[in-house]
């Protein structure tokens, strides 16, 4: 590709005239002419030095030859200073092409990387964004997870508390009303719903009503058993007999007694004392030390608070 070629595809349009004019740069032709001329001139001076002598030179100039070498020298001269001049030129403007496909092709680079250094700034800038839309992504995403963790835990827990108060209803629990709810709490805390309410997300709002979903399944179910209204259960009038406890726990099997006995151990009696009422119960028919364990607590207990408290105590003061 010559200089033309270069400048067009730069998107400058020259105009060749003057280039078809003379010959191409450093063609065979002009060289030819100009070696042609050099020893048209020296062939001349060569005869012009032999012909010194007087009648040589009188003879020359009286028949012209003289003048005709002359001209023959100045003309081929000539010739060659125009050829020299039309390289020149031609050389001269092949520079100037040259040159400013050069500069064209030098403001193409700037202009490349200009706009080099302008899509790196646009790909860090993207880049940059990438990284917040990754992060954004991961922590919607785990959010998402979250929730939907959340609404799964949610799920089994109703599921299990709903299983929990039908094998109640259904007589799946065959002991006295009192360790019956005793051990529908400690189910419920050992498995899926005790799993919510100690690892759920959501707020304590919600994990409240499920407590007082269970509380009011516990009072239905224990109006239905002791054959007494809403009303009367929230009354200070529902009470029930210590001693009518302590006989129904001697009542039952061993090995249902040792199981009240060891799932209520974990209860004190400063934190946990409607819980420890019990343990102590079925560690005192163990013993058989009943009548000295009836000293230690009222002989009449208020049914709600009982089991509102043994409730709060099951669920959400005790460590699974």
Partial sequence: MNSIDVLDSCGFKLDKQHLEVAPPHLTDKMIVDLVNGI?????????????TSRWDR???SFSGRANQR??????????????TATWLQNHDYELASVNLAITKVTDKLLETRTGVMKLNDKHNELKESVIQLANTVE??????YDYIRDIDLRTRADRQLDRAIAKWQAGGYTSDVYTNVFMILDTLKNNEFGLYIDN??????????????????????????LSISSTV?????ARFRLENVAKNINEIGKSHLLCINYLSDWSTQN????????????????????????????????VNRWSERLTNENIYLRNA
């Fill in 39 to 51: 020893e048209v001139i020296d062939d001349q001076i060569k005869v012009s030095k032999t012909r």
């Fill in 58 to 60: 009188f003879k020359d």
């Fill in 70 to 83: 002359e001209s023959i020298i100045n003309d081929n001269l000539a010739k060659c200073l125009q050829s």
């Fill in 139 to 144: 922590e919607k995403n785990s959010k998402l």
């Fill in 200 to 225: 759920g997300n959501s707020n304590l709002t919600i994990k409240n009503e499920m407590l007082e979903h269970l509380k009011h399944e516990i009072q239905n179910q224990l109006c239905n058993e």
């Fill in 233 to 237: 259960f929230n009354s200070s009038s």
């Fill in 271 to 302: 934190k946990e004392p409607n819980t420890w009422l019990l343990n102590q119960l079925s560690e005192a028919t163990i013993e058989r030390k009943e009548a000295q364990v009836l000293t230690l607590f009222p002989k009449n207990i208020r």
